[in-house]
Every structure is written in C-alpha cells, then in structure tokens.
C-alpha cells in the first residue's frame, strides 16, 4: 500500500511547502467538546494561516449539545413540529462558531462566524433532512479576500423561504464538503476523534487497521452501510465534485485516510471494512395480493415521507400471495409501520410484524467485483458462530446481512478476524 500515500504526501507536502491553498476543514463535536478543545482547534487553524492559506472551518455543536437539544423537544411531545425543532436543534452549531471565532479573534486573528442562513447555504424545505440545494459563496469569498478565517456553522441550511432547516444527523460533513465543492477549495480536511478510516469502528475492533487511503465507491457504501465516520451524503458530494477528502484526528498530528479515485492497488484488495448499522428497524406485510402496481402502493407512501427504504425482500408464495420485508432507518419507524397498517387494511395483508431489534453488518471492497466467493465466507463465518441471518443484500462491492442486534459486536469482530483485516498484506490473499 505504499503507492497509497502518495496522494496524500502530495498535498500535504503542498501544505509543508507552503504553497497558499484553499482549505475547508471541519471539527465534529468531540473536536469542540470543551473550551479547551476550542482553543486546541483554533490553535491548529493558526498554523495553517500562518503558511498562508485561506481557511474556511465548518463546525460541529459541542459534543453532547444536538441530543441534548432532541431529548428537550421529545420531553415535550413525541412528534415535535419539524420546523420549530430544526430551529431548535441548528442552535448547537450556532453556539459552537460563536466560540471559536471569538477565540481566533482573542488571539489576534481575524475571523468571522456564519451561520447557514447568512452564507446563505440553501436547501430544500424538508424539515430534519433537508439537502443542500445552493450555496451563495460571495459573502465567504469577501471575507477571505480581507484575510478573515472564515468559520461556519454546520449542519443547517435556510429554505427560500427563510425557513432554517438541519441536513439529518452528522450533516456537518455534508456542510463541509459541499462548500469544498462550492469554492473549489485544493483540500477538505475532517477532523474527528479517531485517527482516520479504519478496517472496521476501532470502538468495537480493538485490532482495527487505520486505512491510508479507500475509493470514494467503499466509502461511500462503508458511510451508507453504518461507518459513521464520514456522513454518507458528504461522500456522495466529494466522489461527484471529486473533492480531495482527508479524514484525520484532531487530537493527534497522524496522517489520517485519503479518500480518493479507485486505483489498481485497491482493486487488489478483497475487503476494504467491515460496518455495522444498528438504526435501522425491519417491517414485514404478509400475504398481500401478488399482483403488479402492489410494490408502488406499499412504497409509494412511505417515499412520500421523505423515509428512506433500505433493503426489500418480497417472497412470492404458492397461494398466488406474497409476502414483503423490508428495513427502515429506526428513527422513522412508528410512522412506517403505522403507514403500512394503513396500507396492509387497503390490501387486505394477512398479518403485519414489526422488529427494531436488528443490526445490519456488511463486508465492503473493490476486489470483491471480482471475487465471488466473499459473500460464502461472510455466511460461513456468521454461521460458524450461530448467528441467523434475516436479509442478505449485495451491491457490486458490498454484501450486507440483517441479523439480531445482540449480535452485532461478535459479528463484526468475527468477520474482521475472519478476512484477516489487521494484516494489511493477508487481505490480499486470495478466497
Ligand atoms: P464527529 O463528531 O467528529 O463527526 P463521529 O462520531 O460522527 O465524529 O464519527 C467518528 C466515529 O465514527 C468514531 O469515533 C468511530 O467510533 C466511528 N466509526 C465507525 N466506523 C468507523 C470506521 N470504519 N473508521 C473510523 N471510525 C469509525
Ligand atoms: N451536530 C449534528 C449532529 O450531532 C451534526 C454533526 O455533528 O455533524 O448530528
Ligand atoms: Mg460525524
């Protein structure tokens, strides 16, 4: 994997060498927990400057401050207006900008804080999962041009029609890249609390590998598949503007991951990560008509909402009915299922079930397109340990399985040790 640093050497060997770049960096709420880490944060932003680039920092509510601010509303009623509780919830980031450019200033450099609406970053109006639409950078390039560091509050938006909205949850990544995108900045450096993208989440695997660099495709499907580390959105953005996207610790000085183009080197490799996502929730609709235009009736509702469906096994069975399972993020699942008892009475379904104890865990890698017996060694290895496997769902470099949530720890770790993924050269053998 030696050829892998060579991207990443080359731009911050860039920033080393002091060529002047623009640079979005972002902090996530472990990196701005405490005014002590505000001021760490602000001091790393001062390096930067001081080799002369322009810097443009999105930031997170201070670590605990976003559920705190969901835990008050949901005090109040289980089903809070959606637009009254993205006001809400956008406050922790406004709270976190205010404070590290105050801090930047109290140290002598200039700097100036946004919030969405004042960028303005529009999105559309879909309260809590809103998407960015356009971003104004007029105000963001004046303020650079005076020499400002520019800080920005991440995750929220502003609808046309002034309405703040928030981007779902660990949306200051999206924030980040997309104003990478929008600026066309040389760099998007995203600072968190680990070291970079691992094999699998270092919380749960204690042997996890710190990958030097993965394709935007395997990050894409580790985020959209549970690796909580880049928001999935963000990723989408930075492989379509191909951003250069560095995901580094704010704690440390290490190198961090490189998220870039897909290379010959990562084709070699079977299994890039492993992830696991415990949000998700699973509904099932039995015996319903086995007829066409059914699938658009039960989904079509349920899309409507704005819920995003994510894996759907429909078994045909020998009375002419069938039955459909599928899985929806937890968060969205009374208002699925009381959809679908609306539905499943329209089509007369035998029996409705409903189960938010699942885990999905996947296998994700390149190398995989060309190498099918991956997805064997995954279903022996869950079998080996006696776990059932609910749904199975593949993509060309992901082979995903729902299985009971309690399982989720011993089955990540089992497939981890299982495709040898602490020894970066075993991952290269062949199945
Ligand atoms: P931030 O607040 O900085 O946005 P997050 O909590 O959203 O940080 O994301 C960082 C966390 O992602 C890590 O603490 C880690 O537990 C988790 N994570 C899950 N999977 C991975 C992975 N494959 N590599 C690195 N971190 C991961
Ligand atoms: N503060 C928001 C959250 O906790 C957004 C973010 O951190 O990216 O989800
Ligand atoms: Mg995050």
Known sequence: ??????????????????????????????????????????????????????????????????????????????????????????????????????????????SIALLGYQVPIYTTDLFTKARIKEIKTEKIKESLSKGKIVIIAGFQGVTENGDITTLGRGGSDTTAVALAAALKADLCEIYTDVEGVFTADPRIVTNARKLKKISYEEMLEMASSGAKVLEMRSVELAMIYKVPLVVRSSFTNSEGTLITEEDEEMEKVLVSGITYNRNEARISIYGVPDKPGVAAKIFGPIGDKGIVVDMIIQTARPDGKADITFTVPKTDYKEALKLIE??????????????????????????????????????????????????????????????????????????????????????????
Do not use: W
Not at 2 to 21: P, S, T
Not at 72 to 93: H, M, W, Y
């Open 1 to 110: 994997m030696n050829g892998g640093l060579k991207g990443l050497e080359k731009i911050l060997y860039g920033v080393k060498r002091g060529k002047a770049m623009l640079i979005v960096q972002k902090y996530g709420g472990t990196s701005v927990a405490n005014l002590e880490r505000i001021r760490a944060v602000a001091e790393r932003i001062v390096n930067y400057k001081k080799e002369g680039h322009d810097l443009v920092v999105v930031v997170s509510a201070m670590a605990g401050e976003t559920d705190r601010l969901i835990n008050l509303a949901k005090q109040i009623t289980e089903n809070p207006p959606l637009r009254e509780f993205d006001l809400l919830v956008s406050t922790g980031e406004q709270v976190s900008s205010a404070l590290l450019s105050i801090t930047l200033q109290s140290m002598g450099y200039p």
């Open 342 to 431: 609306e539905i499943g009475k329209q089509l007369e379904a035998e029996r409705i079930e409903g189960d938010p104890n699942i885990a999905k865990v996947s296998i994700v890698g390149a190398g995989m397109r060309t190498h099918p017996g991956v997805a064997t060694k995954m279903f022996e290895t869950l079998a080996k340990h006696s776990i059932n496997i609910m749904m199975i769902s593949t993509s060309e470099i992901k082979v995903s399985c729902v299985i009971d949530e309690k399982y989720t720890e011993l089955a990540v770790r089992a497939l981890h040790e299982a495709f040898k993924l602490e020894n970066e050269n075993s991952i290269k053998e062949e199945i």
